[in-house]
């Protein structure tokens, strides 16, 4: 039996977290934008869900689920590099939270999510990446796309997530 997709992400997050990209991966999908979740960065840094549009703009979306977790999060502009937005997506009870100024609320969207829907607060400031790094986030993206469909046709393939 194949590897159900969901099965691959956030397996070591609470399930509220799993709730939270669920809830996300339903409102991108309504907006032409399909996400892959754990997706690796050159930086050694790992998006909880990036997601790609029609023109190839990338989306990054950082899912904090506990007050301490989104409180202690230091590493969050890592991202900012690699993707044209940056979204937070939090259950409701955080939203507040994130419009302190050091979440950078003219730069970074706020999505408030639950297991069955989500919605866009406040819209992510647009960045545009540099041509040369589009370039190599968008190969970057779909070749891991792709190992993780090969691993789910043939999982001893091995891990590829």
């Given at each position: 039996?194949a590897t159900r997709p969901e099965s691959l992400c956030f397996t070591d ?16 999908c309504r907006q032409d934008l399909f996400a892959i979740c754990e997706m ?77 829907d989500a919605a866009v607060v406040r819209q992510a400031a647009y960045r ?34």
């Amino acid at each position: 039996m194949a590897t159900r997709p969901e099965s691959l992400c956030f397996t070591d997050a609470p399930p509220l977290a799993a709730h939270v990209a669920r809830g996300v991966t339903r409102l991108f999908c309504r907006q032409d934008l399909f996400a892959i979740c754990e997706m690796p960065l050159q930086n050694g840094r790992r998006a909880d869900l990036m997601a790609i549009d029609a023109k190839g703009e990338l989306t990054i979306v950082e899912i904090k689920v506990a007050k301490a977790d989104l409180v202690g999060d230091g590493k969050w502009t890592d991202y900012l590099g690699y993707c044209d937005r940056f979204f937070w997506a939090v259950p409701p009870h955080l939203a507040g939270i994130l419009e302190e100024e050091r979440y950078l609320p003219g730069d970074a969207g706020l999505i408030v999510a639950d297991r069955y829907d989500a919605a866009v607060v406040r819209q992510a400031a647009y960045r545009p990446l540099a041509p040369a790094r589009r370039k190599a986030e968008l190969l970057r993206f779909a070749r891991r796309a792709a190992r993780r469909l090969a691993a789910q046709i043939d999982p001893s393939l091995g891990d590829f997530t």
